[in-house]
């Protein structure tokens, strides 16, 4: 491979290694923004890769040292074995030497499919599945069941009734027709398809005799039971546009129809295009009307009757897996230490949590199975059974404890893994990775911290100490100070971003970055950059919540104020988010009459569920709010076809522009001829595309710039119109940066790109695909689309640590920006684990004190230095640290 002439180099201090045998040696790195660098990388040491938002950490980190160590590896694996691997592919890069064997441990969200949970990620539900196989308490006469038995993703343990899913799903008038005081014109049948084919049907019943124009609850029910439920679909004539009287007459003057239109029920349209569907948001949609409950069989435990009726310590496996991990070590502590008698084998605490589980699932609508009337303890056991169950319970015991250790003993095996955040999934496979034992390997991680109070990364920290003392190397994508201040060796990758990084600032022990002038991360390493001190401002109106129970919420009053910037903060589990995203968010939504105006992405997967209401009421205060605005981190869409400049909506702008110009009016373009998505516009051999796959079979496909468009994914008569010099495909490869000077005299597309650049994205393209945006971007690129309107104050804005893959720098710009949304009125509450930003709030609503059961209680409230001296929070000492 030839090597590419190096960029002039930035003199910075980076020291030179003199024995380079226990170092990784990497030579002309370019993936993605890296210029052509060269760094030496210790192992056998915590390694922390530092710098700006899109500076190339993770080009570094991920796709050049962790794609490397894969490709070598599967060199070693039969090619056929290859073809069933995803790779990651082949990485820019003249060599590496001195490069281990890698596991990449990456920030992603829970897997969707709803069969998914944390006992699957971790296999602690195989563990559990033969202690009830091996060592479980059948009732009389019934044989032993397999492990396979106690799954409900196998044919022979799932519940028959709903199919292990723990859920049934129905279609019912009330979920199709909210206001039965509409009429059938007035789209009383809110599950009907919108804009023609809604108007096609109702078209049909005029034709099939119905009346569409009176109340729907006057409607005769034999007549609404047909409209909703009927299987049958008949084809009849349509006279498009014309009244009930005229179609009458028209049909009997046999007038020729508009059409023929077939009759589809509104149940049978809500699961037909449910199944069948391939737009996500179609699938959104529908599913809003249709309402799952708990399987009334199995009372949502998944598992067919005979495999509940086994049971374990007096807990049936649907039981045992609802206990928190803290719970079941309690459970299993005597089993694992060979005491059977019944006293111990079944402590008070786990018999009140099984008994919660019970409560918890009759709720849900069903009594628990707890096996025969005399329910048989462990003491009852048979000298093989106790073997067994003892031998399971010590490997049990180790697992959980290496998952309490991490801070995550509030989860559950039956916790699914949807509603998991990117870190604690990211936690529960670094569990996995610290029971294998591994030697010599490279664990690369993505920002291991987010979402994690200061007090759980100690945890984590112990954990990656662990890690390494094992003899294993660690390189981490890190924004966490304190992570890089434990680091070993610092690699700061910058100085800023996209074009303007991709260069090593420094590599070394952490104590010499401060001497690095260029560095964006040194002023905040060694606290020279403080948070801006302003006055809070106090409070005068207030939002009242009043017996707020959801999730380890029970009867909860919080007070949060109007017109403020408020921080909830907490130990990860404390019940944070179930407070702001759900309890308050629910609320509020139901009483401004709406879902929240959520900037989120309408491309989501989307599966009916169960409704979990919350308990309470907002108390007052709601008056005021004119609107709910939900913030969130999911990405703005799924494929490539999705970019920055598409979901902003200043791509039609730009669009418009191109479409204006002499040449475009002379061929008669309009500004659909702009957009890739569209056949006119443009290239036929990749639809769009800009790049065509090539299949490798066992090696990783290679995706090449299409031969015909060359990567600019329009057709040529289409890039032969020019604007201010550049064609369209020109145009996207901008960054934000250099778009704001090249659309300078365009406000309407100016504005969103100063709010994006003034939000730190200025060095993304506006062509970036969704698919290469990080959850912290893709939240960033919603804040400012929401921006963008005008501001009238009185909104209410609620944000999920949206720091969260944000450098302190970045942390700065998104932090002003909310501000500024407090300055126009309006109120603003984030849920967060920063404390530079908690500092700088008006208000803080502390809850806790610890997770799962252990919290879900408001420990203070009030302005950041009050709460920074209350001595029973957990998050107080770390605050009054930032304060000073």
């Known amino acids: 491979m030839t090597r590419r002439n190096a960029p002039p180099t930035i003199p910075v201090n980076v020291p030179t290694p003199t024995d380079t045998r226990g170092f990784v040696r990497v030579r002309g790195a370019r993936e993605h923004n890296l210029k052509n660098i060269d760094v030496d990388i210790p192992r056998d040491a915590l390694v922390v890769f530092s710098g700006v938002s899109g500076s190339g950490k993770s080009s570094l980190a991920f796709g050049t ?76 006469d019934q044989p032993m069941l397999f492990a396979e038995d106690f799954s409900p993703n196998t044919p022979q343990g799932a519940c028959p009734h709903c199919h292990g899913l723990g859920r049934v799903y129905e279609v019912t008038e009330a979920s199709m027709v909210p206001d039965p005081t509409l009429t059938i014109r007035e789209r009383a049948i809110a599950s009907w398809p919108p804009a023609w084919h809604g108007q096609n049907l109702r078209d049909i019943l005029v034709t099939l005799g119905y009346d569409v124009d009176i109340p729907w609850k006057d409607l005769p029910k034999k007549q609404r ?10 084809t009849v004539p349509v006279y498009a546009g014309f009244t009930p009287a005229e179609t009458r007459a028209a049909l009997k003057r046999k007038t020729e129809p508009s059409y023929m239109g077939t009759y589809m029920g509104a149940r049978r349209y809500v699961l037909h295009t449910f199944a069948s569907t391939q737009s996500p948001l179609m699938k959104k949609r529908v599913s809003r009307y249709m309402i799952g409950s708990l399987c009334p069989l199995c009372d949502g435990k ?71 009337s005399d329910v048989r303890r462990t003491s009852h056991l048979s000298p093989e059974k106790r073997i067994a169950a003892q031998r399971i319970a010590q490997d049990l015991l180790v697992r959980a404890g290496t998952l309490q250790s991490l801070g995550l003993g509030y989860l559950s095996m039956d916790r699914a893994s949807p509603t998991l955040s990117p870190g604690e999934l990211q936690r529960l496979r670094l569990a996995t990775q610290i029971r294998s034992n591994l030697f010599g390997v490279v664990y690369v991680l993505d920002e291991p911290s987010a979402g994690l109070h200061p007090a759980d990364g100690e945890a984590l920290l112990s954990a990656l100490e662990q890690l390494k003392r094992s003899g294993n190397t660690l390189f981490v994508v890190e924004h966490d100070l304190d992570v890089m201040r434990r680091a070993d060796w610092l690699v700061d990758v910058g100085p800023d971003a996209g074009e303007h990084g991709g260069r090593i600032l420094y590599s070394g022990p952490p104590a010499g970055l401060a001497d690095v002038a260029l560095s964006r991360t040194a002023p905040y390493l060694f606290g020279k950059t ?83 209401k919350t308990g309470g009421r907002i108390h007052k205060g709601a008056d005021t709010i004119t609107r709910l605005v939900q913030v969130d981190q999911k990405p703005i869409g799924r494929t490539p076809r999705s970019n920055l400049a598409t979901y ?42 800009g ?56 406000p309407a597309v100016k504005r969103p790109l100063m709010l994006l650049y003034d939000i730190g994205l200025g060095y993304l393209r506006l062509g970036q695909p969704a698919t290469e945006l990080s959850g912290g971007e893709a939240q960033r690129i919603k804040l400012a689309t929401e921006l963008q309107r005008s501001q009238r104050g009185s909104n209410f804005y609620v944000l999920d640590e949206p720091t969260t893959g944000l450098h302190p720098s970045d942390v700065d710009k998104l932090v002003a920006q909310l501000q500024g949304l407090v300055d126009a009125g309006n109120t603003v509450v984030v849920v967060e684990h920063e404390m530079r930003v908690v500092a700088g709030a008006d208000w803080v609503i502390d809850v806790g004190p610890g997770a799962g059961s252990e919290g879900g209680r408001i420990v203070a409230s009030g302005p950041p230095r009050a709460v920074a001296a209350e001595s029973a929070s957990r998050t107080a000492p770390y605050l009054a640290r930032v304060i000073g």
């Open 65 to 140: 040292l962790y794609a490397e160590a894969q490709r070598r590896y599967f060199e070693s694996v039969a090619p056929y074995a290859r073809r069933l691997i995803d790779q990651v592919g082949v990485p820019d890069v003249d060599d590496i030497e001195g490069l281990p064997p890698a596991v990449a441990l990456q920030q992603q969200r829970g897997t969707p499919g709803t069969r998914s949970s944390v006992g699957s990620v971790t296999t602690l539900s195989s563990l559990v599945r033969m202690l009830y196989s091996r060592a479980g308490s059948y009732p009389p």
């Open 225 to 234: 039971d047909w409209i909703l439920f009927t299987e049958e679909t008949p």
């Open 302 to 372: 998944r598992l067919k009757r005979e495999s509940l009726a086994v049971t374990f310590a007096g807990l049936d496996i649907g039981n045992l897996s609802a206990l928190s991990f803290d719970a079941l070590v309690d459970t299993l502590r005597p089993i694992a230490e060979g005491r059977f008698d019944d006293d111990s084998s079944t402590s008070t605490r786990s018999r009140a949590a099984g008994k919660r589980a019970d409560a918890k699932r009759v709720a849900g609508g069903g009594a628990a199975h707890q096996g025969s």
């Open 530 to 612: 403080h948070p801006r001190e302003r006055p809070p401002r106090m409070p005068s109106r207030w939002l009242e919540l009043k017996g707020i129970t959801r999730n380890n919420l029970h009867a909860l009053d919080v007070a949060f104020p109007l017109g403020l910037f408020t921080a909830v903060t907490g130990v990860s589990g404390s019940g944070k988010s179930s407070l702001v995203s759900q309890a308050l968010v629910e609320l509020l939504g139901d009483h401004l009459g709406h879902e929240p105006a959520s900037v989120d992405d309408e491309t989501d997967d989307a599966a009916p569920g169960i409704v979990t």
């Open 648 to 689: 902003t909506g200043l791509f039609d702008h730009v669009r418009k522009l191109f479409a204006a110009t002499r040449a475009a009016k002379a061929k008669r373009y309009d500004a659909g001829r702009f957009s890739f998505n569209v056949a006119k516009g443009r290239c036929d051999t990749c639809d769009g595309e």
């Open 691 to 746: 790049f065509v796959s090539v299949e490798l079979l066992f090696m990783p496909s290679v995706y090449a710039p299409c031969p015909t468009c060359h990567g600019a994914r329009y057709n040529e008569a289409t890039l032969a119109i020019r604007w201010n010099d550049r064609n369209i495909a020109e145009v996207l490869q901008l960054t934000v940066e250099e778009a704001c000077e090249f659309f300078a005299d365009e």
